[in-house]
């Protein structure tokens, strides 16, 4: 199926260069909007009527920005260059721009949506920390050992006994010279008993001459 003209107006075409507006056709071209139904796609397509040459050939696509700068000088753009159009009227102003804003918006109808962007990888959660090891307990110190118990045997509270020894003889050196010991202790017994105390037989401390195991002391003179 063939592209069909669904616009036709007359106006002067213009192109954006070097900063200004400059003549594209020298007078005045036919300008079409044309449709392929086959492929759903939109043109415009401008003829000077001085020479029929084509002074525009821009798709139409739903992004495009139609302007109005004036009532009858409308602007638009494609990826190589800005258009112009002057209208010889306001009847053909209107037209072009009602027929162009239709068809944007059929074009932007039509398109599929827009993909969704894929979302990002979620990033891998780290491995947790293995667990800390314990610290080791302080070792407990040891119980102090039990003292031995002694060995059973004698203790050292009992003495000796003391050799049975014989004690000097009443009446002997001391009782004579009347200032030394009767014979009273032994070599190996303690001190005396006192008292008076009769002494069994054999005891080393026996009873001398009445007295308390001493030797018997000479009585002071002139006492009797």
């Not at 090891?133 to 050292?156: C, V």
Request: glycine share 14%; with cysteine; hydrophobic share 30%.
């Amino acid at each position: 199926m063939t592209e069909e003209a669904i616009c036709c107006v007359n106006a002067a075409v213009y192109y954006y260069e070097d900063s200004k507006w400059q003549p594209g056709d020298g007078g005045i071209s036919v300008v079409y909007i044309y449709h392929n139904p086959a492929t759903s796609a939109y043109r415009v397509v401008a003829m000077s009527a001085s020479d029929n040459q084509v002074v525009i050939n821009s798709a139409i696509f739903k992004d495009l920005k139609y302007q109005h700068l004036s009532d009858t000088f409308h602007t638009w753009a494609d990826t190589k260059y800005s258009y112009g159009l002057n209208f010889a009227s306001q009847e053909d102003a209107n037209t072009f721009s009602q027929t162009m804003s239709e068809t944007v918006q059929k074009l932007a109808d039509a398109a599929p949506p827009p993909e969704p962007e894929p979302e990002p990888e979620p990033e891998p959660e780290p491995e947790p920390a293995p667990p800390a090891e314990p610290e080791p307990e302080p070792a407990q110190p040891a119980p102090p050992a039990e003292p031995e118990q002694p060995a059973a045997g004698r203790g050292r509270g009992r003495g000796r006994a003391a050799p049975a020894g014989r004690g000097r003889a009443a009446g002997g050196p001391g009782a004579a010279g009347g200032g030394g010991r009767g014979g009273g202790r032994g070599r190996g017994g303690g001190p005396p008993p006192r008292g008076g105390a009769p002494q069994l037989p054999g005891h080393p401390w026996r009873r001398l001459g009445g007295g308390l195991g001493l030797g018997a002391r000479r009585r002071p003179r002139g006492v009797r």
